[in-house]
Every structure is written in C-alpha cells, then in structure tokens.
C-alpha cells in the first residue's frame, strides 16, 4: 500500500551569509506496508516520523527517493498525482485542537474534503455527513456545533470523520491520542483498532508510545535520527529486539509481557543534532555495546533476522 525507497527529507536552513544548514530529517529510509498492515512507526522525538508521515503526502518537500501508493509512483507532485493521493491517503494529527477551524460547524469540518474534491452537495452531503459521524460514533446532534463545545476525544473522532470522508484506504495517524486524556485515549485507541478492521485500512501508526503501538500494529519499525534501525513483526521486534537502540527504547518503558532485554545500560544523552549526523552508524555515540573502529566509522549492514525482522548493527551475525 505504501512504500518508501531511500526516501530523503532535508531542510535547509541557512541564514544568509552564514553558510549552508541542513537538518537531515529523514535519511534514506526504505519501507514498505502492505494493504490491511498497521505499521507502528517509534523513535524518540526529533528521530524523524512526523516528517516521514508528512513526505508520504507531500506535505513537506522531498529531497530524494521516491515513495510508491498502491503500486504507483507518488514522488512528482502534479495535478493528477495530487487528487490520487488526496483520495488514497489522509493524516491525522496530534492535536485535534488545533487541527479544526474554530469558526466552521462540526458539519462544515467534515464536509469540506467533499465539497473540494466531490460533486456531492445538498441533501446527499448532508447525507453523507451524517455516517461519517455515526462511523466515529458521534450522533446527529453534533452536527452543527463548534470545536469549542466537544471534549478533546470528541475533537479527535471529528478528525478521524473528515479524514475518512474520501474513502482512503491509507489513514497516517501521527501521535492521534497523546494530546487526549489518559481514559478518552483508551476509547480512541479502540475504537481506531475497530476501525481499522471494519473498513480494511492500512496504518501508518506514529507514536513514541510502545504499548500503544504493540496494541493496534502487527508490524513496528524503529527509527533513530532519521533512519529505520529495526523492522518487523511486531512480536520479534517486541520479543526479540536485536538493535541496542530498540533494547534501550524497551528497557526504559517497562510494559507488560515484554521480554526485557538485561544486556546493557538505559540510554542516556540526548539524540545527536540532524546537523551533523554521526559517522558510521548513527547511534554509535549513545551504543553501550559500541566498537571502537568500526561502529564509529561504517556504516553498519543491514541483516536480516528471520521471516519478517530486519535490524542495522555491526554486532548481528
Ligand atoms: N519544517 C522544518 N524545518 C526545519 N527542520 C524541521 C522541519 N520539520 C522538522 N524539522 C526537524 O527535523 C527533525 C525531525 O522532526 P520530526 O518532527 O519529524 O520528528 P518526530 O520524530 O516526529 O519527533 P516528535 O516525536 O517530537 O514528534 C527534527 O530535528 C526537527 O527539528
Ligand atoms: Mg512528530
């Protein structure tokens, strides 16, 4: 359903006169989803998944790579890739705060992908309104009010409603519960679970929660500055973490049923500036597992750890 080959995001971000500034966002990342998969995507903050959620729909510019939907290549932005990708994809965000328009009815919000890229209108709008609410279990009576008077779980299942109007079959679902409250994420988690099930989707599943991720993803990919450090299943790479990073990120959020790995020491520092990214791999500096010589000057291989379950680390086999 999505796949992404060497995909590169970078900003510049020079000041005039003081040289070039790069920040290497994303790095050569190759992915791929298959239809009916939800991929969870985990990583610190600043490791890049926001901006490779949003390159998935040109929402930020990309460097190089290419990235494919259902088959079809994505990366030129024209007119008629632009309404294909509109249809097959949509994200939603974080914060449902920010993300309605305080001046626009729940209705108004909801309708409007229809009314830009459909010729529905009238009583068939309304219409259609209307189940999209029902499918994110909002009745009727939400329908013209605003922003304001719904709860924050209330919000998020408006945003879910409108990035379904389209029928996609790709939903990017960047941190959707983190700005809710501890029992309202809960009902949106299960609730997206069901969804997913019931309408056959495919998820690109953001978060750097990985209890959340272990619940609504069969596959799980981990990211560290800008590039994929272990992929797979999501109980090998639960199960069996292989990567030292993915080790760490376990180790430091105990969750039930894990096997805790007990080889080395929690992470500690702060992930290094998309500036000037490390030599050789790019977790050396924090690894505690590091080799001296190696780890800090190649690039480590990437190996292939069973059926579904692939990490980047000189010390696989
Ligand atoms: N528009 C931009 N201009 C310049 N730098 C950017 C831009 N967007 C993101 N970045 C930088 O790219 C890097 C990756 O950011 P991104 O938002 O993708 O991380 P993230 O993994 O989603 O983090 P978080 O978990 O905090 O949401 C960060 O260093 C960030 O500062
Ligand atoms: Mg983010």
Redesign the pocket.
């Known amino acids: 359903m999505l796949e992404l080959r060497d995909l590169r995001?970078h900003?510049d971000?020079s000041k005039r006169g003081k040289g070039k500034t790069v920040?290497?966002?994303?790095n050569g990342v190759s992915l791929k989803i298959d239809k009916g998969d939800a991929l969870g995507l985990v990583?610190?903050?600043?490791?890049?998944?926001?901006?490779?959620?949003?390159a998935a729909l040109h929402l930020?510019p990309i460097t190089g790579g290419r990235f494919l939907i259902d088959g079809e290549d994505m990366t030129r932005l024209d007119r008629a890739t632009e309404r294909k990708l509109r249809r097959k994809a949509q994200i939603v965000f974080?914060d449902p705060h920010s993300s309605l328009n305080p001046r626009m009815t729940i209705y108004r919000s909801v309708a409007e992908p229809l009314i830009l890229h459909t010729k529905e209108r009238g009583s068939v709008l309304r219409k259609r309104v209307s189940e999209l609410l029902e499918v994110v279990g909002l009745p009727g009576q939400f329908l013209y009010r605003y922003p304001h008077e719904l709860s924050g779980g209330q919000k998020q299942r408006v945003c879910i409603a409108r990035a379904l109007a389209l029928n996609p079959e790709l939903l990017i679902l960047?941190?959707p519960t983190s700005a809710l409250d501890v029992s309202v994420q809960s009902q949106i988690l299960e609730f997206l679970k069901d969804l997913q099930k019931d309408l056959g989707l495919t998820y690109l599943f953001?978060s750097?929660n990985l209890a959340v991720v272990r619940y609504i993803c069969n596959r799980v990919a981990v990211?560290y500055l800008?590039g994929i450090v272990e992929e797979g299943h999501t109980e090998a790479v639960f199960g069996e973490a292989r990567h030292p990073y993915t080790q760490a990120l376990l180790r430091a959020v105990p969750y039930p049923q894990a096997v805790q790995p007990d080889r080395g020491e929690p992470l500690t520092g702060d992930i290094p500036?998309?500036?000037n990214l490390p030599k050789g791999c790019s977790f050396h500096s924090r690894c505690p597992v590091r080799i001296a010589g190696t780890c800090d000057t190649v690039v480590p291989p990437d190996v292939r750890l069973g059926d579904d379950h692939r990490a980047c680390c000189h010390l696989l086999p």
């Open positions: 995001v900003f971000i920040v290497m966002a994303v990583g610190e903050s600043g490791s890049g998944k926001t901006t490779i959620g949003k930020v974080q960047d941190e953001i750097h990211m800008g500036s998309p500036i």
